[in-house]
């Protein structure tokens, strides 16, 4: 009973209410309450302690610490960004790539020339080409016919439909019959509109079928040489440093350049080459054309010099 009584003597009382600008300091705009201080207060603490934070993150900091996330993050616009990763593809899941690579485009390829051969059956491609590339024959007798001569009039038939191989038919069958099918000249418009239409469609898939079939051969000419290099390759080097070795070039260099294990290449007492050490595994394409293009410089000189020219 007493705690309703004192809720009820509650709402009889004044209410409370804060202090507000006097009227001489209205030109600093509203009074600040101690809600608005508060906030204001602990945004400028939250910085205080960020910065005093920064600034013992500095004097602590060792110029000489190593993270191995360093090796994979970048600065860029002052902001650490890790480094897109390039995946490392072996010879294996080349050789299977490019195997499916082959595999999808001929399926793309077998896909075209299915729909290829159905629209060829539902088109009777006779007005596809326009006028007809064979050719009708007319003999006659004496020069006159000819420069008189009217297609139309011989074939009695109307000049409209002298282009046409089929369906041509004469003016006395045009008289007595009735034209049959559609004659409303909307309808025949949009037929003809979508049989060009077609017509256009499968002159598309016809050339796609053939860009298709070039890219796949390509891909497998490409396979084909990736493996062939591969296989070959040993034989290369070991012929490229036997014929090194027998124009007296001193290898040394070469095998000192390389990390594997080395392959001697040693020939019976009194041939006219020397034995030599080299390794056939582990040596770079660029270091293989330099060597090359120093050869050919040095044989040009040598036949300039002898011939002369220089």
Partial sequence: ???AFRKAAKSRQR???ERSQPGFRKHLGLLEKKKDYKLRADDYRKKQEYLRALRKKALEKNPDEFYYKMTRVKLQDGV????????????????????QDVKYIEMKRVAEAKKIERLKSELH????????QNKHVFFFDTKKEVEQFDIATHLRTAP????RVFNRPTIETLQKEKVKGVTQ???????AKERQKQYNCLTQRIEREKKLFVI??????????LVRRESLRPFLLFYFFFFLSCKGFNLDWISAVCKSTPVKMSAPQGQW????SVTLTVLKCSLIKKVIRGLLVSALEQQRVGSGSI
């Fill in 216 to 225: 796949a051969q390509k891909i497998q000419t490409r396979k084909d040489l």
């Fill in 15 to 17: 209410e409370h209410r």
């Fill in 160 to 163: 409209e439909l002298v282009d």
């Fill in 125 to 132: 491609l006779l007005d596809f080409q326009g006028k007809q």
């Fill in 185 to 191: 000249q909307t309808r025949l418009k949009r037929i």
């Fill in 80 to 99: 650490h960004v890790i480094k897109e990763t390039k995946e490392e593809v072996t010879p294996e899941q080349l050789k299977l790539m490019k195997t």
């Fill in 1 to 3: 009973m007493a705690a």
């Fill in 273 to 276: 080459f020397e034995p030599v």
